[in-house]
C-alpha cells in the first residue's frame, strides 16, 4: 500500500469513524471495529465479536472492561502496527531520498555527457590538425576514455595505467607521420619497440605527467562523490526496512490499535507517550545520527574542494589542449627524437605512403567545433553546491527521526485527549526519554537491547566512506597525489595555489587567476600531417613547425572557470 493511499485510507477511515463513537466507557456494539478491521487488514469479519466482551486470552491489549478484540485480531494488529511504522519512516525519509537519488544519477550521467564531450574534442583535433593519424589514433582515444568512465564509476582500473598507455600508443603514430613520415617498417616488433621507447625519451616532455597529475586530482575526489551518494541511498532503504524487535512491536500495537479494542478508534496517542515508543523502536537508529551528520559535513568538504583542477570538469573539456600541445612538443624536438629512436629501434625502411583519411563524423565535428559560454550555474560545480544546500538540513535527520514521527504523524494534537496505554487521559504522566541508546534504560514503555548488527553494519560503513571523503579532499596547502600500482608511479605534489601547468594567469602586480583557456578549432586546412619537409638527415625527415602553435591557438577565449560549459546538455 503506498503512503498516498494509506493517508487517503485514514481519512476514509475517520470519516466512517466519525459516525461511530469515541467513548472509552458503555459501548455497545463492536461494529464499528469490525468495519475497520476488515478494511484496514482485509481480515474476515466471520468470528469477531459482535459486542463488547471479556478477553482473557489476550496478550498486550489487557483490559478490565470488555473489549471487542480476540487473541487473532491482537495477532493481525501488531503486524499492522508494525506496517504503520515502517509506512510512516518511509514517508518521513521520502524527500532525502529522492533528493540524493535524483542527484546521484543527474551527476553520473553528467559526467558521462562530459567523457563523451572530451572524447568529441580530442576526435576533432585529429581529424582538423593531425589528418593522417586520424583513423589509427581513433581506438587509443576511444580506449582512454572508456577508461575514465569506467574509473569514474567504480572499475578497478589504474589511472597511471591507462594515461601511460595512451601517450605509449600515442608516440609511434607520432613517430611514423610527424617525425619519419613514409616508414612502411609496420611489423609489431618495431611498432612496439618505438611504443617502449617513449617512456625512456620523453618525446612529449612532461606532459603524460601533467595529464596523470591532473586526472589523480579530478578523476579521484569525482569517484568518491558519486560512491558516497550510493552508500547514502543504502543507509535509507536499509533503515526504511528496518526489522523491528518483539518487544518494539507489541509497544506500537499497543499505541496504535489497543484502543480500538475498546472502540476508541478515532484517539491518538499521547506526545509523550508517542515519543518513548518511537524514540525506544528507533534508539538503534538515532545511533545512526553523529556518523550521519559527519558524512554530510565531509561530503561538503569534498565538493569544495573540487574546483580549479580538482574538477573533473576543467580537466577532461581541457584534455585536447594538452594532447595538442604534446604533438607540438614533439614536433619541435622532431630532430633529437629521430635519432633517438633509430639508437634504441634501428632505422626503418623508407618509402612514400598514403594514410587512410579521417573518417570522424562531420556532423559530429561541426557540432563539436561550437563553444558555448554559459552561466556558472550551469556547471557541474554550481550543481553540486545546489545539491549540498539542499542536503545540509537533513544532518541530523536520524536524530531527530523518531520526534518527528510523532509530531507530524502519530500523536495526538496539544490539548485533546489522547491514549496513554490504558485509556483516554488529559495528558501523559510518564517519564519522557531521550534519544539514542544509552537514554532507554529508563523507557517504561520498551526496553531495548544494547546493539543491532545491521545497525552496527550501517555505521562501519558509514565510517569507512567518511575516510575516504576525508582522504579524497584536497588540503588547503597541498595534496599528494598518492602513487598507484607497483611500478613506482608518480607522486605528485601540487600547492594549493595556481600555478602555470594548471591553466593559471600572473599579473604584473603578482595576482594569480585560475582560468579555462578554451581554444577554437584550427580550420580545415591546417594539417600539421601535412607541412613541408625541410630537412632530411640519413633519410630521416624533420617537419617545419615554424608558426604551427600559433595556429594551433588561433583565436584563443579565455573564460573563468565558473562561466563557462562546453556544449553539455542540461540534464536537470
Given at each position: 500500500?503506498?503512503?498516498?493511499?494509506?493517508?487517503?485510507?485514514?481519512?476514509?477511515?475517520?470519516?466512517?469513524?466519525?459516525?461511530?463513537?469515541?467513548?472509552?466507557?458503555?459501548?455497545?456494539?463492536?461494529?464499528?471495529?469490525?468495519?475497520?478491521?476488515?478494511?484496514?487488514?482485509?481480515?474476515?469479519?466471520?468470528?469477531?465479536?459482535?459486542?463488547?466482551?471479556?478477553?482473557?486470552?489476550?496478550?498486550?491489549?489487557?483490559?478490565?472492561?470488555?473489549?471487542?478484540?480476540?487473541?487473532?485480531?491482537?495477532?493481525?494488529?501488531?503486524?499492522?502496527?508494525?506496517?504503520?511504522?515502517?509506512?510512516?519512516?518511509?514517508?518521513?525519509?521520502?524527500?532525502?531520498?529522492?533528493?540524493?537519488?535524483?542527484?546521484?544519477?543527474?551527476?553520473?550521467?553528467?559526467?558521462?555527457?562530459?567523457?563523451?564531450?572530451?572524447?568529441?574534442?580530442?576526435?576533432?583535433?585529429?581529424?582538423?590538425?593531425?589528418?593522417?593519424?586520424?583513423?589509427?589514433?581513433?581506438?587509443?582515444?576511444?580506449?582512454?576514455?572508456?577508461?575514465?568512465?569506467?574509473?569514474?564509476?567504480?572499475?578497478?582500473?589504474?589511472?597511471?595505467?591507462?594515461?601511460?598507455?595512451?601517450?605509449?600508443?600515442?608516440?609511434?603514430?607520432?613517430?611514423?607521420?610527424?617525425?619519419?613520415?613514409?616508414?612502411?617498417?609496420?611489423?609489431?616488433?618495431?611498432?612496439?619497440?618505438?611504443?617502449?621507447?617513449?617512456?625512456?625519451?620523453?618525446?612529449?616532455?612532461?606532459?603524460?605527467?601533467?595529464?596523470?597529475?591532473?586526472?589523480?586530482?579530478?578523476?579521484?575526489?569525482?569517484?568518491?562523490?558519486?560512491?558516497?551518494?550510493?552508500?547514502?541511498?543504502?543507509?535509507?532503504?536499509?533503515?526504511?526496512?528496518?526489522?523491528?524487535?518483539?518487544?518494539?512491536?507489541?509497544?506500537?500495537?499497543?499505541?496504535?490499535?489497543?484502543?480500538?479494542?475498546?472502540?476508541?478508534?478515532?484517539?491518538?496517542?499521547?506526545?509523550?507517550?508517542?515519543?518513548?515508543?518511537?524514540?525506544?523502536?528507533?534508539?538503534?537508529?538515532?545511533?545512526?545520527?553523529?556518523?550521519?551528520?559527519?558524512?554530510?559535513?565531509?561530503?561538503?568538504?569534498?565538493?569544495?574542494?573540487?574546483?580549479?583542477?580538482?574538477?573533473?570538469?576543467?580537466?577532461?573539456?581541457?584534455?585536447?589542449?594538452?594532447?595538442?600541445?604534446?604533438?607540438?612538443?614533439?614536433?619541435?624536438?622532431?630532430?633529437?627524437?629521430?635519432?633517438?629512436?633509430?639508437?634504441?629501434?634501428?632505422?626503418?625502411?623508407?618509402?612514400?605512403?598514403?594514410?587512410?583519411?579521417?573518417?570522424?563524423?562531420?556532423?559530429?565535428?561541426?557540432?563539436?567545433?561550437?563553444?558555448?559560454?554559459?552561466?556558472?550555474?550551469?556547471?557541474?560545480?554550481?550543481?553540486?553546491?545546489?545539491?549540498?544546500?539542499?542536503?545540509?538540513?537533513?544532518?541530523?535527520?536520524?536524530?531527530?527521526?523518531?520526534?518527528q514521527l510523532c509530531v507530524n504523524e502519530?500523536?495526538?494534537?496539544?490539548?485533546?485527549?489522547?491514549?496513554?496505554?490504558?485509556?483516554?487521559?488529559?495528558?501523559?504522566?510518564?517519564?519522557?526519554?531521550?534519544n539514542g541508546i544509552k537514554a532507554q534504560?529508563?523507557?517504561?514503555?520498551?526496553?531495548?537491547?544494547?546493539?543491532?548488527?545491521?545497525?552496527?553494519?550501517?555505521?562501519?560503513?558509514?565510517?569507512?566512506?567518511?575516510?575516504?571523503?576525508?582522504?579524497?579532499?584536497?588540503?588547503?596547502?597541498?595534496?599528494?597525489?598518492?602513487?598507484?600500482?607497483?611500478?613506482?608511479?608518480?607522486?605528485?605534489?601540487?600547492?594549493?595555489?595556481?600555478?602555470?601547468?594548471?591553466?593559471?594567469?600572473?599579473?604584473?602586480?603578482?595576482?594569480?587567476?585560475?582560468?579555462?583557456?578554451?581554444?577554437?578549432?584550427?580550420?580545415?586546412?591546417?594539417?600539421?600531417?601535412?607541412?613541408?619537409?625541410?630537412?632530411?638527415?640519413?633519410?630521416?625527415?624533420?617537419?617545419?613547425?615554424?608558426?604551427?602553435?600559433?595556429?594551433?591557438?588561433?583565436?584563443?577565449?579565455?573564460?573563468?572557470?565558473?562561466?563557462?560549459?562546453?556544449?553539455?546538455?542540461?540534464?536537470?
Amino acid at each position: 500500500m503506498g503512503a498516498r493511499t494509506w493517508r487517503v485510507g485514514f481519512r476514509c477511515l475517520f470519516l466512517v469513524a466519525v459516525l461511530g463513537s469515541t467513548r472509552s466507557e458503555g459501548v455497545q456494539t463492536c461494529e464499528e471495529v469490525r468495519k475497520l478491521f476488515q478494511w484496514r487488514l482485509a481480515g474476515a469479519v466471520r468470528g469477531l465479536p459482535d459486542s463488547p466482551r471479556a478477553g482473557p486470552d489476550l496478550q498486550v491489549c489487557i483490559s478490565k472492561k470488555p473489549t471487542c478484540c480476540t487473541r487473532k485480531m491482537e495477532e493481525r494488529y501488531q503486524t499492522a502496527a508494525r506496517q504503520d511504522l515502517q509506512q510512516v519512516l518511509q514517508i518521513s525519509s521520502s524527500a532525502l531520498k529522492l533528493l540524493i537519488s535524483r542527484n546521484a544519477a543527474t551527476f553520473q550521467e553528467t559526467l558521462e555527457t562530459l567523457i563523451r564531450q572530451a572524447e568529441n574534442y580530442t576526435s576533432i583535433l585529429f581529424c582538423n590538425t593531425y589528418r593522417n593519424m586520424a583513423l589509427e589514433a581513433a581506438a587509443s582515444v576511444q580506449e582512454f576514455f572508456t577508461d575514465v568512465g569506467l574509473y569514474l564509476f567504480g572499475a578497478d582500473v589504474n589511472p597511471e595505467e591507462f594515461v601511460n598507455r595512451f601517450f605509449d600508443s600515442l608516440f609511434p603514430l607520432v613517430y611514423n607521420h610527424l617525425i619519419n613520415p613514409g616508414v612502411t617498417d609496420n611489423s609489431l616488433e618495431y611498432a612496439e619497440c618505438i611504443r617502449m621507447a617513449r617512456q625512456d625519451i620523453s618525446p612529449f616532455g612532461n606532459i603524460p605527467k601533467r595529464v596523470l597529475g591532473q586526472m589523480g586530482r579530478s578523476l579521484l575526489p569525482s569517484r568518491t562523490f558519486l560512491q558516497a551518494l550510493n552508500l547514502a541511498i543504502e543507509v535509507i532503504n536499509t533503515t526504511d526496512h528496518l526489522h523491528f524487535s518483539k518487544e518494539c512491536s507489541r509497544a506500537l500495537l499497543k499505541m496504535l490499535y489497543c484502543p480500538h479494542c475498546q472502540g476508541l478508534t478515532l484517539s491518538k496517542p499521547c506526545m509523550g507517550y508517542c515519543l518513548n515508543v518511537a524514540r525506544g523502536c528507533l534508539a538503534h537508529m538515532a545511533e545512526l545520527n553523529p556518523h550521519w551528520h559527519t558524512y554530510i559535513r565531509s561530503l561538503e568538504e569534498l565538493s569544495n574542494a573540487m574546483h580549479g583542477t580538482y574538477d573533473v570538469e576543467h580537466v577532461l573539456l581541457n584534455f585536447h589542449l594538452l594532447v595538442n600541445d604534446a604533438m607540438l612538443q614533439a614536433h619541435v624536438n622532431g630532430h633529437k627524437l629521430l635519432e633517438q629512436v633509430d639508437k634504441i629501434c634501428g632505422r626503418p625502411v623508407r618509402t612514400p605512403t598514403q594514410s587512410p583519411p579521417c573518417s570522424f563524423d562531420p556532423n559530429k565535428e561541426k557540432h563539436g567545433m561550437k563553444i558555448s559560454v554559459r552561466n556558472g550555474e550551469e556547471t557541474l560545480a554550481s550543481r553540486r553546491k545546489d545539491f549540498i544546500n539542499s542536503l545540509r538540513p537533513y544532518r541530523s535527520f536520524y536524530g531527530g527521526l523518531a520526534d518527528q514521527l510523532c509530531v507530524n504523524e502519530l500523536a495526538a494534537a496539544s490539548g485533546l485527549p489522547c491514549w496513554n496505554g490504558e485509556d483516554l487521559v488529559q495528558s501523559y504522566t510518564q517519564r519522557v526519554v531521550g534519544n539514542g541508546i544509552k537514554a532507554q534504560s529508563g523507557n517504561p514503555e520498551v526496553k531495548v537491547k544494547a546493539s543491532d548488527p545491521v545497525i552496527n553494519q550501517i555505521i562501519d560503513k558509514l565510517k569507512h566512506v567518511i575516510q575516504l571523503l576525508q582522504g579524497r579532499a584536497p588540503k588547503p596547502d597541498k595534496w599528494e597525489l598518492p602513487a598507484l600500482g607497483s611500478g613506482g608511479g608518480v607522486a605528485e605534489q601540487v600547492s594549493g595555489d595556481c600555478d602555470d601547468e594548471d591553466g593559471c594567469e600572473g599579473s604584473g602586480s603578482g595576482e594569480v587567476k585560475r582560468t579555462v583557456k578554451i581554444t577554437r578549432w584550427m580550420p580545415d586546412d591546417l594539417n600539421l600531417s601535412d607541412v613541408k619537409h625541410v630537412h632530411q638527415p640519413d633519410g630521416g625527415s624533420i617537419l617545419d613547425t615554424a608558426g604551427a602553435r600559433c595556429a594551433a591557438g588561433t583565436d584563443p577565449v579565455t573564460l573563468t572557470l565558473t562561466g563557462v560549459l562546453m556544449a553539455l546538455p542540461m540534464l536537470w
